[in-house]
């Protein structure tokens, strides 16, 4: 998974433009949710993960919660969805991650561990990974330029 966001020339990253954002929610909202593409099993995976992000979840968890080996969980995912359930689950906390530090005052290590992670060290890692900034860095942007976030896609939308 590539991050959304543009870099500038001096490597530091850009806002998203519209139509990344556009890109970036279409994406995600279409890519796992796409019920008639998905086998159910990928399905009720994905479902079990967004209902329940503060779960410590593990591939032998959640393959015996949809009755496959973990290795045929992974499979499927990766040839339906390009990833591993796991980088799935990031991708989810990270989405919600990024939609709470922009609705909510509540601190980053609240926040981390609200979706799932104990350490908020990793959650800022995955986060920066994904987004492109740490979590302190997006919520003082997306204040300072008065931007909401996408309730799709976590992304950071600028005010008009």
Same mark, same amino acid.
């Given at each position: $998974? ?9 490597? &530091? ?26 086998? #159910? ?5 994905? &479902? /079990? $993960? ?8 593990? $591939? ?8 496959? #080996?973990?290795? /045929? ?10 990833? &591993? ?10 989405? *919600? $991650?990024? /939609?709470?530090?922009?609705? #909510? =005052? ?15 060290? =990793? ?9 492109? /900034? ?23 939308? *600028?005010?008009?």
């Amino acid at each position: $998974m590539s991050s959304t966001l543009s870099r500038a020339s001096s490597g &530091t990253p850009a806002a998203p433009s519209l139509n990344q954002h556009n890109k970036t929610q279409l994406l995600s909202e279409s890519a796992p949710y796409e019920a008639a593409r998905l086998r #159910s099993e990928v399905r009720d995976a994905l &479902t /079990r $993960m967004q209902g329940d992000l503060s779960h410590q979840w593990t $591939m032998a968890d959640l393959s015996a919660q949809v009755h496959l #080996s973990p290795s /045929r969980l992974r499979s499927l995912f990766v040839s339906q969805l390009g990833a &591993t359930p796991i980088a799935w689950l990031t991708r989810l906390r990270v989405q *919600e $991650m990024a /939609r709470l530090l922009l609705e #909510s =005052h509540e601190t980053v290590r609240a926040i981390a561990h609200r979706v799932g992670w104990a350490n908020q060290a =990793h959650a800022a890692q995955q986060f920066r990974k994904l987004v492109g /900034r740490s979590p302190s860095a997006y919520r003082a942007e997306a204040r300072r330029q008065g931007a909401a976030v996408c309730p799709g896609c976590g992304q950071v939308i *600028e005010a008009p």
